[in-house]
């Protein structure tokens, strides 16, 4: 086990090489930067840069306004007309654009191992603080979320196994499917609509985790107004992640119970509870228990993101919209590093589950 895990260690390397040189790389060849945002407050105007220039002959020459200077001078940023080019050089310097790019991807690739991942180019903190900030939001949310999950999906797969084929396992299927139909974000939307001050009722509050007084609240009262905050976010994740953790653990059960062990052991005499979850439920859970931490960590870095903007939850997600909106490339490429090397580690500690639930697997004696 030792040599498996270290040799899956050493494949997170260039996997995470990998991810973030094709991401680099595909950012260079994006237009709206933070070179062109800054051009673009320069001159005054908050239109996108990509409305000041006329392509010609392959080459982005600028159009400038009539009375400054010669309108045939070729810029290799969209929108800097007007402006002094040793003006446009001093901004690719303040933000690292002087250099090729490939020094600046080692450069980055050399901070990130230290973890060092540089400060947000307009929040003036650094991206480890906003992420550090952030994240309270994002852990409730996916904690919360995948707990929820589980405790609904799990027994109800194991109910609609011992009923397959029954009135209930049509229509709790039927319910199952609409539900996974139903996106997110539109289901997330009908819940305002519906019960935080929308066309009806007022229930639950609309935006936030806490209420204004909520250090000035008791203990008990805190921990009511938190949940009470994030019962609508939370029923919103559930109804669209629900629908494949329920029929998987339905398929799962029913595959363990057509076994020759469950029959022997029925022959033996044994109760039908005694069967289940003494023989059939560690079997069958062994793919839904191993899964829990990659199910973790895509509730809390993919499911979050149109929650946290729905609900105003300033979340990682939320954080990582804004600056991919704002082309914040250190909070982005900080962020979808360590997003990247938890994905990873988790992918591994998946593995490592089965190895918990069942002695028997063994991923030392498999062929690499």
């Given at each position: 086990?030792?040599?498996?895990?270290?040799?899956?260690?050493?494949?997170?390397?260039?996997?995470?090489?990998?991810?973030?040189?094709?991401?680099?790389?595909?950012?260079?060849?994006?237009?709206?930067?933070?070179?062109?945002?800054?051009?673009?407050?320069?001159?005054?105007?908050?239109?996108?840069?990509?409305?000041?220039f006329?392509?010609?002959?392959?080459?982005?020459?600028?159009?400038?306004p009539?009375?400054?200077?010669?309108?045939?001078?070729?810029?290799?940023?969209?929108?800097?007309?007007?402006l002094?080019?040793?003006?446009?050089?001093?901004?690719?310097?303040?933000?690292?654009?002087?250099?090729?790019?490939?020094?600046?991807?080692?450069?980055?690739?050399?901070?990130?191992?230290?973890?060092?991942?540089?400060?947000?180019?307009?929040?003036?903190?650094?991206?480890?603080?906003?992420?550090?900030?952030?994240?309270?939001?994002?852990?409730?949310?996916?904690?919360?979320?995948?707990?929820?999950?589980?405790?609904?999906?799990?027994?109800?797969?194991?109910?609609?196994a011992?009923?397959?084929?029954?009135?209930?396992?049509?229509?709790?299927?039927?319910?199952?499917?609409?539900?996974?139909?139903?996106?997110?974000?539109?289901?997330?939307?009908?819940?305002?609509?519906?019960?935080?001050?929308?066309?009806?009722?007022?229930?639950?509050?609309?935006?936030?985790?806490?209420?204004?007084?909520?250090?000035?609240?008791?203990?008990?009262?805190?921990?009511?107004?938190y949940?009470?905050?994030?019962?609508?976010?939370?029923?919103?994740?559930?109804?669209?992640?629900?629908?494949?953790?329920?029929?998987?653990?339905?398929?799962?059960?029913?595959?363990?119970?057509?076994?020759?062990?469950?029959?022997?052991?029925?022959?033996?005499?044994?109760?039908?509870?005694?069967?289940?979850?003494?023989?059939?439920?560690?079997?069958?859970?062994l793919?839904?228990?191993?899964?829990?931490?990659?199910?973790?960590?895509?509730?809390?870095?993919?499911?979050?993101?149109?929650?946290?903007?729905?609900?105003?939850?300033?979340?990682?997600?939320?954080?990582?919209?804004?600056?991919?909106?704002?082309?914040?490339?250190?909070?982005?490429?900080?962020?979808?590093?360590v997003?990247?090397?938890?994905?990873?580690?988790?992918?591994?500690?998946?593995?490592?589950?089965?190895?918990?639930?069942?002695p028997?697997?063994?991923?030392?004696?498999?062929?690499?």
């Amino acid at each position: 086990m030792t040599a498996y895990i270290f040799r899956r260690l050493l494949l997170i390397i260039p996997t995470l090489f990998g991810i973030l040189l094709i991401n680099f790389a595909v950012i260079q060849v994006v237009p709206g930067g933070p070179v062109e945002q800054m051009i673009a407050q320069l001159q005054g105007d908050a239109i996108s840069a990509t409305d000041r220039f006329t392509s010609s002959g392959g080459e982005l020459r600028e159009s400038k306004p009539s009375g400054v200077g010669d309108s045939s001078v070729t810029s290799k940023y969209r929108g800097a007309r007007g402006l002094d080019p040793d003006i446009v050089k001093e901004i690719e310097r303040m933000y690292g654009f002087d250099k090729p790019a490939y020094v600046r991807f080692f450069g980055m690739i050399q901070n990130y191992l230290a973890f060092d991942f540089g400060e947000s180019l307009f929040r003036d903190r650094s991206v480890v603080e906003l992420v550090i900030d952030k994240m309270p939001v994002s852990i409730s949310l996916g904690i919360w979320s995948t707990l929820a999950v589980y405790l609904v999906c799990i027994p109800l797969g194991i109910r609609k196994a011992l009923k397959h084929g029954s009135r209930f396992d049509v229509w709790s299927s039927t319910l199952v499917i609409l539900g996974n139909a139903i996106p997110t974000f539109l289901f997330a939307i009908l819940l305002i609509i519906l019960f935080a001050g929308g066309e009806f009722f007022a229930w639950f509050p609309l935006r936030g985790l806490f209420s204004d007084n909520f250090s000035e609240l008791p203990w008990y009262e805190q921990i009511l107004d938190y949940f009470w905050h994030l019962a609508l976010p939370l029923l919103a994740t559930l109804i669209g992640g629900f629908a494949t953790l329920t029929m998987l653990t339905k398929n799962s059960f029913l595959d363990e119970i057509s076994r020759q062990y469950v029959i022997t052991a029925r022959a033996k005499g044994l109760t039908e509870g005694r069967i289940l979850y003494g023989h059939v439920f560690r079997n069958a859970m062994l793919i839904i228990i191993a899964g829990f931490p990659a199910a973790f960590l895509g509730m809390f870095f993919g499911g979050s993101l149109l929650i946290e903007i729905i609900f105003s939850l300033d979340g990682l997600g939320l954080l990582g919209f804004e600056a991919t909106i704002q082309r914040d490339y250190p909070v982005m490429f900080g962020t979808l590093y360590v997003f990247t090397l938890l994905g990873l580690v988790m992918g591994l500690i998946s593995d490592l589950m089965y190895t918990v639930v069942d002695p028997r697997i063994d991923f030392e004696s498999r062929e690499t």
